[in-house]
């Protein structure tokens, strides 16, 4: 079987030539230092307004926890006020009863 194809001789200086056409192709898109260091200012100006913004809404968030932190504790001071007032109306109510059997008093009409 002839060879229908004819082999090419490439030589080294051809081939220096198309491994350097590649690189070039492939670096010619590449981003160089300064347009990244451009890139990183931009990015950092962008952000400041973000970090001012943040740091405002955690000073917002802290304000709403302290506040927060108040209404829980006066609410539970008012149930353990409630809870001894309702404690002492029980005493009560149980010491009027017995007052009252004891003078022969009907209570009930009197409380309802």
């Not at 003078?103 to 309802?112: Q, T």
């Given at each position: 079987?002839?060879?229908?194809?004819?082999?090419?001789?490439?030589?080294?200086?051809?081939?220096?030539?198309?491994?350097?056409?590649?690189?070039?192709?492939?670096?010619?898109?590449?981003?160089?230092?300064?347009?990244?260091?451009?890139?990183h200012v931009e990015f950092k100006q962008?952000?400041?307004?973000?970090?001012?913004?943040?740091?405002?809404?955690?000073?917002?968030?802290?304000?709403?926890?302290?506040?927060?932190?108040?209404?829980?504790?006066?609410?539970?001071?008012?149930?353990?006020?409630?809870?001894?007032?309702r404690e002492r109306m029980d005493k009560?109510e149980k010491a009027i009863k017995l007052?009252?059997?004891?003078?022969?008093?009907?209570?009930?009409?009197?409380?309802?």
């Open positions: 079987m002839a060879e229908s194809k004819k082999q090419k001789n490439i030589t080294i200086e051809t081939l220096a030539v198309m491994v350097a056409k590649g690189f070039n192709d492939v670096t010619s898109n590449m981003a160089l230092k300064k347009d990244l260091d451009l890139l962008q952000l400041e307004p973000i970090k001012k913004q943040l740091a405002g809404i955690r000073s917002t968030v802290d304000s709403h926890t302290t506040s927060l932190d108040a209404i829980v504790k006066n609410t539970n001071d008012w149930n353990i006020e409630m809870t001894v007032m009560y007052v009252a059997d004891k003078l022969n008093v009907n209570i009930e009409n009197i409380l309802h």
